[in-house]
């Protein structure tokens, strides 16, 4: 039995277009497909996961572990006691918990920055394989990580 599909006519603040534009491009999908994928998967988060990006390595280290070295390579998190509310609950390895939060966390309040004076994309790329990441998955967790906010430029003054 075919599938049937309803077209919802959306408008997208530009600034999140280019953000779907750009993780659809990183993710090797279309728009639409990114868009489907990221509402299904805030209504039954992980059905979507990607098993064959994850680490297949049993990795040992604890969440709390993890978000100090992910820290200490200049990356800023917000949410990080969601995140450790989060994994109490959940048992998957601690690699997939955080490329699964970097998909899924702005719906919990979780986002992670890259501090520009402090971030050095190799140090924490060499981060993420100690932590236990592949290659593929250190990629996809370094492509979804998001700058810094800057302060709003119009309240500074001369």
């Known amino acids: 039995m075919a599938q049937t599909r309803s077209m919802y006519p959306l408008r997208l603040p530009d600034e999140l277009k280019s953000e779907v534009e750009r993780l659809a491009k990183v993710n090797g999908r279309s728009m639409n497909a990114e868009m489907c994928m990221r509402i299904q998967n805030s209504i039954n988060p992980g059905l979507f ?27 800023v998190i917000v949410g990080r006691e969601q995140i450790e509310g989060i994994a109490a609950k959940d048992d998957r390895e601690t690699t997939q ?31 993420l394989g100690k932590l236990g990441f592949d290659t593929d998955s250190a990629q996809v967790v370094i492509a979804n990580l998001r700058p810094m906010p800057t302060p709003d430029l119009v309240s500074l003054s001369d």
């Not at 996961?49 to 040992?60: A, F, G, I, N, V």
């Not at 993890?66 to 390579?73: C, G, K, P, T």
């Not at 919990?108 to 520009?116: A, R, S, V």
Request: aromatic share 10%.
């Open 49 to 75: 996961e990607r098993p064959d990006t994850m680490s297949s390595t049993k990795c040992s280290t604890s969440i709390h572990e993890a978000l100090d070295v992910i820290e200490e390579s200049g990356i």
């Open 97 to 127: 918990l955080i490329a699964f939060l970097l998909s899924v966390g702005p719906s919990y309040g979780i986002f992670f920055q890259k501090d520009h004076a402090k971030y050095d994309r190799a140090n924490f790329a060499s981060r």
